[in-house]
C-alpha cells in the first residue's frame, strides 16, 4: 500500500508538474499571440505611414492631396464668369488643371503639352491673379510654372 501511495503521490506531483507546464506553454502561447497582434499593428501603422508616402510624386515630392485639394474658388469664380461653364464643369477643369500642373512640375523643365483648351482657358484665368498662381506655384509645386504658349516655331507637327 505504501508503495502504491507513494506511485499516487509522485504521480500527483508529475501531473501538478504538468499542469504548470501546460499553464506556461499557455502563457507562452498567448504572450506570443500578444506578440504578433502587436506586430501586425505596427506593420499596418507601416503601411499606413508608407501609404502617405506614396502620395507624394517620385521625383519631386509633390504631395498630391495638398496640390489637388489646394481652394481656388476665386478663380473657378472669375472662369465660369467668363467662359460660361457650370459648376460640374468647371470643378471638372480645375481638377485637370491641377494634375496637369502636378506634371509640369514634376517634368521641369522638360514639361508637358497641354491637352485641352478648356483647361488652357482655366489656367489663364488663374494666370490672371498672379499672386494666388505664385503661391500655389511654389507652396504646392515647389516651383513656378511658367505658361508657354504653341506658336508657329514650337508647335509639333
Known amino acids: 500500500m505504501f508503495v502504491k501511495l507513494y506511485k499516487f503521490k509522485k504521480t500527483f506531483k508529475n501531473m501538478n508538474k504538468l499542469k504548470a507546464f501546460a499553464i506556461c506553454l499557455i502563457n507562452l502561447s498567448l ?54 461653364v457650370s459648376d460640374e464643369t468647371a470643378k471638372m477643369h480645375e481638377k485637370e488643371l491641377k494634375r496637369y500642373l502636378i506634371l509640369a512640375a514634376e517634368n521641369y523643365p522638360k514639361g508637358v503639352d497641354m491637352f485641352s483648351p478648356q483647361v488652357d482657358d482655366l489656367w489663364h484665368t488663374f494666370l490672371l491673379f498672379t499672386k494666388d498662381y505664385k503661391k500655389y506655384c511654389e507652396e504646392v509645386l ?8 504653341k506658336t508657329h516655331e514650337n508647335e509639333v507637327d
Open 31 to 84: 504572450i506570443q499571440i500578444d506578440a504578433k497582434e502587436k506586430i501586425k499593428k505596427a506593420e499596418l501603422k507601416t503601411e499606413k505611414t508608407n501609404q502617405a508616402k506614396l502620395i507624394k510624386t517620385p521625383k519631386k515630392g509633390i504631395d498630391l492631396q495638398k496640390a489637388m485639394d489646394y481652394p481656388i474658388p476665386e478663380i473657378i469664380k472669375r472662369y465660369k464668369k467668363d467662359y460660361g
Open 142 to 149: 515647389g516651383q513656378f510654372i511658367h505658361h508657354v504658349p
